[in-house]
């Protein structure tokens, strides 16, 4: 029934200006005009399973279940890389900064919010929070942060929460529900659903999303085919190395010997060798004419392993020098350098975004951000030197360049007085920021 007030329309009605534009007089072998929806539908962002929401397990419709992904991280070629990664970042330093274009920042309020990130959960430093984010990332691409609100409503802490607990919602149309009170995930705790959040609740932020799949894409599930391989390349070697039912290879007696004979030398061979790691390395004298045929060779290090080692490392873009041949010092160093750029860069941004949105917006602070205080490309003395010609040509003001190694900003006072002293000394004016020179 067509609702109250309403027309009811013919289908001929409703058809004719749409085949009207596709079709001019029924071309002949024209393109036709488009099949109209049964029911006009807003657009999806992707084409998400019918009642998706309903399926309690994470990653239901996926090739791989997060505990799969669990396990393929702890092979020893991936865990290297993940903990390789994991050291990179935590040996870099960090502090607060002001943010590009904002006016003088108050110390007490850098303070403040560097306090907050120290221990962003209220216990664990923040190299350790880091790593335990990293894992989720580099592991799931699913990493979960829970906010912890004072009663005030004022934030008072950051957890990580295991990502593989995490299911999150779609809406209609495909995308993440939003508002207050909107389900946007739900936590999953052995089998049953254990927790609504929505999203000023929880922080979910894998950093390789597709548009096509409710989770994310993370290196281990990039190269599952070739860490799968690994296992079996692994398996096949350690069984070289215990009992099997297949020999080493057959010992062929010499002419004439009786089954007899044979069974005796088997007899005392089984006696000196078996379990005896020591004599099996030595020399053994046996009768003329004796011959060994290999059943198989032993699988020990070759050109495929270095090319999985290669493979794994590319999938964390990391340099595979340790695993390959040795190289030339040149392309060792170009190889870190490559490893360097294409791979921390990308974790540094990705944990800078995140840790800016918190303190932008959920600490109040929209004035500072977060920045990785890089270790110097050039000598310290020669950046000395540029830093002193940038302030004295007026293209760096002193707290730009304080601002750049970390440093708190100077006050109006203070700047004027530098200003004078390093004039009085050179007897070249310094202007401080804001002057026209």
């Known amino acids: 029934m067509p609702p109250a007030g309403g027309t009811r329309l013919s289908l001929s009605h409703r058809l004719g200006p749409v085949q009207g534009r596709f079709s001019d007089g029924w071309t002949v072998f024209g393109p036709g005009a488009p099949v109209q929806p049964v029911e006009a539908q807003p657009v999806r962002a992707f084409d998400f399973p019918v009642a998706v929401n309903s399926v309690v397990q994470p990653r239901a ?41 904002a006016t003088t920042p108050d110390p007490a309020e850098i303070a403040r919010i560097t306090a907050f990130w120290r221990r962003p959960d209220g216990v664990t430093p923040f190299a350790t929070w880091l790593r335990l984010a990293l894992e989720d990332l580099l592991v799931l691409d699913a990493p979960a942060i829970e906010r912890r609100f004072a009663r005030g409503g004022g ?62 894409f993370s290196p281990v599930e990039q ?17 070289y190395f215990t009992e099997g039912n297949l020999p080493a290879g057959l010992l062929n007696g010499p002419e004439g010997w009786s089954p007899d004979q044979i069974r005796d030398m088997q ?12 004599e099996q390395a030595k020399l053994l004298w046996v009768p003329s004419g004796t011959r060994y045929q290999a059943f198989k060779d032993s699988p020990l ?22 695993f390959i041949r040795q190289m030339n010092r040149a392309t060792a160093g170009a190889d870190q350098d490559r490893g360097q750029e294409e791979g921390l860069q990308p974790l540094k941004l990705w944990a800078k975004r995140l840790i800016d949105g918190v303190i932008q917006d959920d600490l109040g602070a929209p004035g500072l951000e977060f920045s990785w ?48 002293t390093v004039s009085a000394f050179s007897g070249a004016p310094l202007h401080p920021p804001g002057s026209a020179g």
């Open 223 to 239: 190269v599952i085919v070739t860490i799968n391989t690994v296992i079996r390349r692994q398996a096949a070697q350690l069984a």
């Open 373 to 420: 205080n890089d270790a110097p490309a050039v000598d310290p003395m020669v950046q000395a030197r540029i830093d002193d010609l940038a302030i004295r040509n007026g293209s760096m003001t002193i707290n730009e360049v304080r601002a750049r190694r970390g440093l708190a900003p100077l006050s109006a006072q203070a700047l004027s007085a530098e200003a004078a």
């Open 61 to 101: 419709y996926e090739p791989f279940s997060f505990a799969q992904l669990r396990a393929f991280a702890n092979v020893e070629l991936v865990r290297l890389a993940i903990e390789t990664r994991k050291d990179q970042i935590e040996r870099l330093d960090w502090s607060i900064i002001p943010s590009a274009g």
């Open 155 to 216: 934030l008072t802490g950051l957890d990580i929460i295991p990502g593989d607990t995490i299911h999150p919602m779609v809406d209609d149309t495909g995308r993440r529900p939003r508002g207050p009170g909107a389900v946007a995930y739900q936590q999953v705790i052995k089998g049953v659903a254990w927790a609504d959040l929505t999203e000023a609740d929880l922080i979910y932020a894998p950093r390789n999303p597709r548009p096509n799949h409710n989770y994310g």
């Open 301 to 322: 290090k070759d050109e495929f392993d270095e090319w999985l080692a290669r493979v794994i490392a590319f999938a964390f873009s990391l340099p595979p020098t340790p």
């Open 267 to 278: 007899l005392w061979l089984d006696s000196r060798l078996s379990g005896q790691a020591a």
